[in-house]
């Protein structure tokens, strides 16, 4: 990272974004031209496998997917924002490591390798209510970090996250973003009702109020009012962009971290797909601005990266369609009159 401004090294990378790849999405679309089926058949499946030829640079495939899940603790936790205690930040990453979380059980059932990334659970963020998340450096640091999510050759990224309190950041990284109300963003979370919701909607405008004079910059959005869980999600984005990897991003959390990206450069998100439509009601409003169609709606609201996974499914179904279906020729099917 530069020494005297953090960020300036992911600007200049968010700048110089590689485009899709034309040559080998035409030689994707001319396959899918003459496979054995009426042409759209196959509806969005065959939208995935050309976003994936585009952004992979090669002939759809998916050989080693991962769900990367990030875990981070946040200041604004301690104000009772979250229907459980912040120690259940911690607790989780255990039961992820035994194997024991719903996340474990999906990827073991698509075959999907799982990283999880502990990003310095005892020292949680800054409360947003009052001061910045992270400094530029902290924040920085753990962006450059989430971008070891792409090491080893993975080719199909799905981003997941895991902290207590991180719906009320992404509310406010939202709300910052995009403005309306508070109230438009802010949901339930882990099940908050009643003073409780009361209290995160107001904790969320007093946010957003106190740091209203630096959210024209989106990176000073993100270490203002995310967390080091957001951080290291854009920069995973990032990181995927330039190795050509597709992305999969989650739920709210994971999708108000990609949001940053694409206030910072509108085509930052073109190699991304939102997983699916999580019950958090601000999510739908968020993927919306995104200019984005969701995979799935399955009304779920975990995080864990658990929509993101269950997504992959698609993906790689698209892909071993693509080139797993015998042409016209090659089956001795009639193709369609002229």
Known sequence: MSDGHPFEDFRTLLDAFPKADAQILSQARKRNSVLTKPPGSLGRLEEIAMWLAAWSGRAPAVNRPMVAVFAGNHGIAARGVSAYPQAVTKQMVENFAKGGAAINQICASVDLSLKIFDLAL????????????????????????????????VDLLCLGEMGIGNTTVAAALSYGLYGGSAADWVGPGTGVEGEAYERKVALVEQAVALHKDHLSDPLEALRRLGGRELAAIAGAIIAARMQKVPVLIDGYVATAAAAVLKAANPSALDHCMIAHVSAEPGHLKLVQKLGKTPLLALGMRLGEGTGAALAASLVKAAAACHTGMATFEEAGVSDREA
């Open 122 to 153: 005892d020292h949680p963020t800054g409360d947003i209510s009052v001061e910045p998340a992270l400094s530029e450096r902290d924040c920085a640091a753990t962006m450059a970090y989430g971008m070891e999510a792409v090491a080893g050759g």
